[in-house]
Protein backbone atom coordinates (compact mmCIF):
# COMPACT_ATOMS: atom_id res chain seq x y z
CA UNK A 1 0.00 0.00 0.00
CA UNK A 2 2.72 2.56 0.55
CA UNK A 3 2.70 6.05 2.36
CA UNK A 4 2.60 8.33 -0.27
CA UNK A 5 -0.95 9.45 -1.48
CA UNK A 6 -1.70 8.17 -5.02
CA UNK A 7 -2.33 10.70 -7.88
CA UNK A 8 -5.60 11.91 -8.59
CA UNK A 9 -5.67 10.77 -11.96
CA UNK A 10 -4.19 7.35 -13.00
CA UNK A 11 -4.67 5.60 -16.67
CA UNK A 12 -7.75 4.09 -15.33
CA UNK A 13 -9.22 7.10 -13.53
CA UNK A 14 -12.67 7.89 -14.42
CA UNK A 15 -13.03 10.52 -16.53
CA UNK A 16 -15.48 13.79 -14.71
CA UNK A 17 -15.96 15.44 -17.62
CA UNK A 18 -16.68 16.03 -21.50
CA UNK A 19 -13.39 15.56 -23.34
CA UNK A 20 -12.06 18.14 -25.71
CA UNK A 21 -12.06 21.65 -25.16
CA UNK A 22 -14.17 23.76 -23.92
CA UNK A 23 -17.06 25.45 -25.88
CA UNK A 24 -14.54 28.21 -26.56
CA UNK A 25 -12.09 25.96 -28.12
CA UNK A 26 -9.56 27.23 -25.55
CA UNK A 27 -7.44 24.61 -23.76
CA UNK A 28 -6.21 23.60 -20.24
CA UNK A 29 -4.12 26.53 -19.29
CA UNK A 30 -6.58 28.88 -20.37
CA UNK A 31 -9.35 26.75 -18.31
CA UNK A 32 -7.14 26.48 -15.38
CA UNK A 33 -6.87 30.92 -15.54
CA UNK A 34 -10.55 30.95 -15.28
CA UNK A 35 -11.01 28.45 -11.74
CA UNK A 36 -12.20 25.71 -13.82
CA UNK A 37 -11.61 22.04 -13.39
CA UNK A 38 -10.45 20.55 -16.81
CA UNK A 39 -11.56 16.81 -17.10
CA UNK A 40 -9.55 14.03 -15.91
CA UNK A 41 -9.12 11.61 -19.02
CA UNK A 42 -9.03 7.82 -18.67
CA UNK A 43 -8.88 4.64 -20.49
CA UNK A 44 -11.76 3.08 -18.66
CA UNK A 45 -15.41 3.16 -18.22
CA UNK A 46 -17.32 6.23 -17.14
CA UNK A 47 -18.97 6.08 -13.71
CA UNK A 48 -22.51 7.49 -13.59
CA UNK A 49 -21.14 10.23 -11.70
CA UNK A 50 -22.63 13.91 -12.61
CA UNK A 51 -20.66 17.61 -11.16
CA UNK A 52 -22.67 18.79 -9.01
CA UNK A 53 -21.92 21.99 -11.46
CA UNK A 54 -24.74 23.48 -13.17
CA UNK A 55 -24.90 26.45 -16.10
CA UNK A 56 -27.05 29.47 -15.33
CA UNK A 57 -30.32 29.68 -17.29
CA UNK A 58 -29.60 32.40 -20.26
CA UNK A 59 -25.46 32.06 -19.54
CA UNK A 60 -22.85 31.15 -22.28
CA UNK A 61 -21.53 32.67 -24.93
CA UNK A 62 -23.34 35.48 -26.64
CA UNK A 63 -25.68 35.38 -23.90
CA UNK A 64 -26.43 37.69 -21.15
CA UNK A 65 -26.22 36.51 -17.41
CA UNK A 66 -29.53 35.88 -15.25
CA UNK A 67 -29.49 34.92 -11.67
CA UNK A 68 -30.70 31.57 -11.62
CA UNK A 69 -34.27 30.53 -10.14
CA UNK A 70 -32.38 27.85 -7.50
CA UNK A 71 -29.37 28.56 -5.17
CA UNK A 72 -26.22 27.19 -6.34
CA UNK A 73 -25.85 23.10 -5.43
CA UNK A 74 -22.85 22.71 -2.52
CA UNK A 75 -20.44 20.72 -2.94
CA UNK A 76 -21.64 16.66 -4.15
CA UNK A 77 -25.58 17.45 -4.01
CA UNK A 78 -26.76 14.79 -7.03
CA UNK A 79 -28.51 12.39 -5.94
CA UNK A 80 -27.13 8.90 -4.69
CA UNK A 81 -24.59 6.87 -7.39
CA UNK A 82 -22.78 3.57 -7.04
CA UNK A 83 -19.86 3.73 -8.51
CA UNK A 84 -18.37 -0.03 -8.46
CA UNK A 85 -14.46 -1.19 -9.64
CA UNK A 86 -12.87 -3.68 -10.28
CA UNK A 87 -11.59 -5.15 -6.81
CA UNK A 88 -15.49 -5.63 -5.71
CA UNK A 89 -15.27 -2.24 -4.15
CA UNK A 90 -18.37 0.08 -4.34
CA UNK A 91 -18.16 3.60 -3.74
CA UNK A 92 -21.75 5.20 -2.85
CA UNK A 93 -21.90 8.74 -3.88
CA UNK A 94 -25.01 10.51 -1.45
CA UNK A 95 -26.29 13.74 -2.30
CA UNK A 96 -26.83 16.74 0.20
CA UNK A 97 -29.93 18.06 -1.28
CA UNK A 98 -33.13 17.96 1.15
CA UNK A 99 -35.11 15.22 -0.61
CA UNK A 100 -32.08 12.54 0.02
CA UNK A 101 -33.31 10.71 3.08
CA UNK A 102 -30.26 8.96 4.96
CA UNK A 103 -32.25 6.19 5.92
CA UNK A 104 -32.52 5.39 2.60
CA UNK A 105 -29.18 5.60 1.41
CA UNK A 106 -28.32 3.93 4.51
CA UNK A 107 -30.11 0.71 4.26
CA UNK A 108 -28.81 0.65 0.61
CA UNK A 109 -25.02 -0.07 2.26
CA UNK A 110 -26.17 -1.57 4.51
CA UNK A 111 -27.73 -4.23 1.72
CA UNK A 112 -23.94 -4.01 0.25
CA UNK A 113 -22.15 -4.76 3.06
CA UNK A 114 -24.51 -8.05 3.83
CA UNK A 115 -23.37 -9.04 0.32
CA UNK A 116 -19.88 -8.83 1.36
CA UNK A 117 -18.86 -5.83 -0.54
CA UNK A 118 -16.03 -3.40 0.56
CA UNK A 119 -18.27 0.24 0.34
CA UNK A 120 -16.96 3.54 1.43
CA UNK A 121 -19.66 6.74 1.59
CA UNK A 122 -19.26 9.73 0.00
CA UNK A 123 -21.81 12.58 0.73
CA UNK A 124 -22.23 16.30 0.75
CA UNK A 125 -24.80 18.41 2.43
CA UNK A 126 -26.14 21.42 0.31
CA UNK A 127 -29.56 21.17 2.20
CA UNK A 128 -27.72 21.11 5.66
CA UNK A 129 -25.14 24.06 4.85
CA UNK A 130 -27.55 26.75 3.45
CA UNK A 131 -30.16 25.87 7.03
CA UNK A 132 -27.00 26.41 9.27
CA UNK A 133 -25.63 29.39 7.30
CA UNK A 134 -29.29 31.18 7.81
CA UNK A 135 -29.51 30.25 11.30
CA UNK A 136 -25.37 31.38 12.22
CA UNK A 137 -26.39 34.61 9.26
CA UNK A 138 -23.64 33.74 7.70
CA UNK A 139 -24.94 34.77 3.46
CA UNK A 140 -24.47 32.08 0.89
CA UNK A 141 -22.71 33.78 -2.25
CA UNK A 142 -22.70 32.22 -5.56
CA UNK A 143 -19.94 32.89 -8.66
CA UNK A 144 -20.89 32.87 -12.33
CA UNK A 145 -18.18 31.76 -14.39
CA UNK A 146 -17.59 33.65 -18.42
CA UNK A 147 -19.56 30.22 -19.41
CA UNK A 148 -22.23 30.33 -16.87
CA UNK A 149 -21.37 27.77 -14.88
CA UNK A 150 -22.64 28.55 -11.33
CA UNK A 151 -20.75 27.14 -7.94
CA UNK A 152 -20.73 28.22 -3.99
CA UNK A 153 -18.40 31.44 -3.31
CA UNK A 154 -16.68 29.66 -0.67
CA UNK A 155 -15.13 32.47 1.16
CA UNK A 156 -13.54 32.01 4.85
CA UNK A 157 -16.88 31.96 6.71
CA UNK A 158 -18.63 29.84 4.30
CA UNK A 159 -16.13 27.40 4.48
CA UNK A 160 -16.53 27.25 7.78
CA UNK A 161 -19.98 26.63 7.79
CA UNK A 162 -19.32 23.64 5.43
CA UNK A 163 -17.09 22.09 7.58
CA UNK A 164 -19.74 22.41 10.16
CA UNK A 165 -22.60 21.54 8.30
CA UNK A 166 -20.93 18.56 7.12
CA UNK A 167 -19.04 17.13 9.90
CA UNK A 168 -21.11 18.22 12.28
CA UNK A 169 -24.71 17.46 11.05
CA UNK A 170 -24.75 15.03 8.19
CA UNK A 171 -22.16 12.59 8.66
CA UNK A 172 -23.42 11.89 12.53
CA UNK A 173 -26.92 11.24 10.73
CA UNK A 174 -25.42 8.92 8.31
CA UNK A 175 -23.40 7.29 10.98
CA UNK A 176 -26.30 7.07 13.25
CA UNK A 177 -28.57 5.42 10.38
CA UNK A 178 -25.88 3.03 9.73
CA UNK A 179 -25.30 2.14 13.38
CA UNK A 180 -29.07 1.49 13.11
CA UNK A 181 -28.20 -1.41 10.61
CA UNK A 182 -25.42 -2.93 12.54
CA UNK A 183 -23.01 -1.84 10.40
CA UNK A 184 -19.86 -0.41 11.45
CA UNK A 185 -18.61 2.82 10.17
CA UNK A 186 -15.82 5.91 10.88
CA UNK A 187 -16.73 9.04 10.16
CA UNK A 188 -13.75 11.03 7.97
CA UNK A 189 -12.86 14.38 6.42
CA UNK A 190 -10.44 14.90 3.39
CA UNK A 191 -8.29 16.61 6.56
CA UNK A 192 -8.32 13.73 8.34
CA UNK A 193 -4.48 11.89 7.63
CA UNK A 194 -4.43 14.75 4.77
CA UNK A 195 -7.41 12.01 3.32
CA UNK A 196 -7.79 14.24 0.15
CA UNK A 197 -5.10 16.50 -0.95
CA UNK A 198 -5.92 19.80 -3.32
CA UNK A 199 -4.86 22.80 -5.06
CA UNK A 200 -6.24 26.13 -4.06
CA UNK A 201 -8.31 27.60 -6.60
CA UNK A 202 -6.38 31.42 -6.25
CA UNK A 203 -7.60 33.13 -9.30
CA UNK A 204 -11.60 32.70 -10.15
CA UNK A 205 -13.64 34.57 -12.99
CA UNK A 206 -16.86 35.15 -12.55
CA UNK A 207 -19.46 37.59 -13.91
CA UNK A 208 -20.68 40.52 -12.18
CA UNK A 209 -23.15 42.82 -13.42
CA UNK A 210 -22.05 42.11 -16.58
CA UNK A 211 -18.94 42.21 -15.94
CA UNK A 212 -15.72 39.66 -15.77
CA UNK A 213 -14.15 39.82 -12.40
CA UNK A 214 -11.33 38.38 -10.66
CA UNK A 215 -11.85 36.48 -7.11
CA UNK A 216 -8.66 35.64 -5.41
CA UNK A 217 -9.72 34.94 -1.72
CA UNK A 218 -12.22 31.96 -2.49
CA UNK A 219 -11.27 28.34 -0.49
CA UNK A 220 -12.27 26.30 -2.85
CA UNK A 221 -9.86 24.02 -4.61
CA UNK A 222 -9.63 21.11 -7.22
CA UNK A 223 -8.44 17.52 -5.70
CA UNK A 224 -5.11 16.41 -6.94
CA UNK A 225 -4.61 12.92 -4.54
CA UNK A 226 -6.65 10.42 -2.40
CA UNK A 227 -4.44 9.14 0.14
CA UNK A 228 -5.62 5.43 0.19
CA UNK A 229 -3.52 3.42 3.30
CA UNK A 230 -6.29 4.31 5.45
CA UNK A 231 -9.04 3.33 3.66
CA UNK A 232 -7.46 0.05 2.76
CA UNK A 233 -6.84 -0.50 6.66
CA UNK A 234 -10.45 0.65 7.31
CA UNK A 235 -12.08 -1.50 4.66
CA UNK A 236 -9.77 -4.68 5.36
CA UNK A 237 -11.10 -4.50 9.16
CA UNK A 238 -14.72 -4.47 7.81
CA UNK A 239 -15.47 -0.86 8.21
CA UNK A 240 -17.22 1.80 6.32
CA UNK A 241 -15.26 4.72 5.89
CA UNK A 242 -17.90 7.36 5.23
CA UNK A 243 -15.96 10.61 3.76
CA UNK A 244 -16.59 13.94 3.13
CA UNK A 245 -15.29 18.10 1.90
CA UNK A 246 -13.33 19.53 3.03
CA UNK A 247 -9.81 18.70 1.36
CA UNK A 248 -6.32 19.61 2.81
CA UNK A 249 -4.61 22.23 0.58
CA UNK A 250 -1.10 23.20 -0.47
CA UNK A 251 -0.88 26.40 1.92
CA UNK A 252 -2.04 23.26 5.08
CA UNK A 253 -5.24 24.76 5.26
CA UNK A 254 -9.00 23.40 4.46
CA UNK A 255 -10.70 23.70 0.89
CA UNK A 256 -14.30 23.16 -0.54
CA UNK A 257 -14.15 20.10 -3.20
CA UNK A 258 -16.81 19.16 -5.27
CA UNK A 259 -17.98 15.63 -3.48
CA UNK A 260 -18.58 13.90 -7.08
CA UNK A 261 -15.30 14.41 -7.57
CA UNK A 262 -14.16 12.89 -4.64
CA UNK A 263 -16.41 9.65 -5.33
CA UNK A 264 -14.52 9.19 -8.69
CA UNK A 265 -11.14 10.12 -7.32
CA UNK A 266 -12.02 7.23 -4.83
CA UNK A 267 -13.00 4.85 -6.73
CA UNK A 268 -9.57 5.81 -9.43
CA UNK A 269 -7.34 5.37 -6.85
CA UNK A 270 -8.84 2.31 -4.85
CA UNK A 271 -9.35 0.63 -7.97
Known amino acids: MGGEPRPLVPRTAPRLGPDGPEPDGRGRDARERDGRDPPARGDCREPSVTPSHRRAPGTGHGARTRRPAHPPQESGTSPQKEIRVGTGLTVVKCGGTAEVQAEAVCAGVARLVREGRPVVLVHGGSAMVTELAGRLGVPLGELVAPDGTVSRRTDPAT ?19 LARRDVPAVGLTGLDAGLLRARRKKALRTVVDGRTVVVRDDRSGRLTSVATPLLHSL ?10 PPALAEDGRPVNVNADRVAAAVAAALG
Open 235 to 244: LADGMVPVLS
Open 159 to 177: LEVVTLALAGKAKPALLLE
